[in-house]
């Protein structure tokens, strides 16, 4: 797709996919942060995300604001302007403006604030992609974004972690991008926070895959002990998963 226009790719590429990898609510109205993982187009919902993540019932809370994070794992340059392009336009015009997104039922309703930063990074969906160079960037990334101080995160340093992370490794390189983009990053006047972050590739289906499957191998490593389990997590909430 290196010659085509982001309007042409936004027509070949397949509808919105993402999933809820973490945490499973307990409740409506549990905030804990959100980490999803998804597909281009699913950078396009930003709102439906930021509902999904704080109630249910689809309400939201007047006096909270979201803290977004996409983290694109991408290398093409045309899918880049295209999700640059998608964020600028789901951004508010104004530091104060209430903006308005549309549902199924045409009503309108308040959207929570949101607070959008980027984080690009330039991974290529090729056999001969260096995983390993790129996680210590993304994964500091989705500590970040989800609030979590990565000098208390479960690193898993040792011979298992080393190899599943490598079952991931021949899909993928890649730098942390040096085109980061925050609006009004200053979560300290806000009490009521919502922390969304969503990690995607062309497809969802790889590269966001084998990212998100290696954080849960290094940070919830009580729960995902192997690469088998966190590869069933992931496909039980992103049926494409094939990292």
Known sequence: ?????????????????????LPERKNHHDAHPRLWVGNLMSITHLADLVQKSTRDDGSTIPSERAFVTVISVLSNKNMIRFAADALQQQRPQHPTEDAKIPHNNSRCYNQTPMDIKHVIIPLKDTVDS???????????????????????????????????????????????????????????????????????????????????????LSRHSQRFRTFEDALSHVRSVQPQAMP
């Open 130 to 216: 260096d995983l390993m160079s790129a996680l210590p960037n993304a994964l500091l990334a989705i500590d970040e974004a989800l609030g979590v101080d990565a000098n208390e995160a479960s690193f898993r340093d040792d011979a298992a972690f080393n190899h599943t992370t490598n079952a991931c490794a021949r899909d993928k390189t890649s730098t942390n991008d040096g085109n980061n983009h925050s609006s009004l990053r200053n979560e300290n006047d806000f009490t009521c926070q919502t922390r969304v972050c969503l990690v995607h590739c062309a497809k969802g289906a790889s590269r966001s895959v084998s990212l998100v499957i290696a954080y849960l």
């Open 1 to 21: 797709m290196d010659g085509l226009s982001p309007q042409a790719i936004s027509r070949h590429l397949p509808p919105s996919s993402v999933g809820e990898v």
